[in-house]
């Protein structure tokens, strides 16, 4: 099982042009703090959420707004 959160992150350092991304965190669910932050330009996180809706409609499900 896995954990995970999606927030902003504003630090500068995130990124290389400093503006603000999409902060996904992924953990094995138990061990907090060991896991893999992605900070996504919006651009990458609108391909996410593109490529998660159509693993949805692959499985027969409403992807949602």
Request: overall charge negative; hydrophobic content about 40%; aromatic content about 2%.
């Amino acid at each position: 099982p896995v954990s995970w959160m999606v927030g902003l992150s504003d630090d500068p350092d995130a990124s290389d042009d400093g503006e603000p991304r999409v902060s996904l965190t992924l953990e094995v669910r138990g061990s907090a703090g060991a896991g893999i932050v992605a900070n996504l330009a919006p651009d990458t996180a609108r391909r996410l959420r593109t490529a998660i809706a159509a693993a949805l409609r692959e499985i027969g499900e409403q992807p949602g707004d």
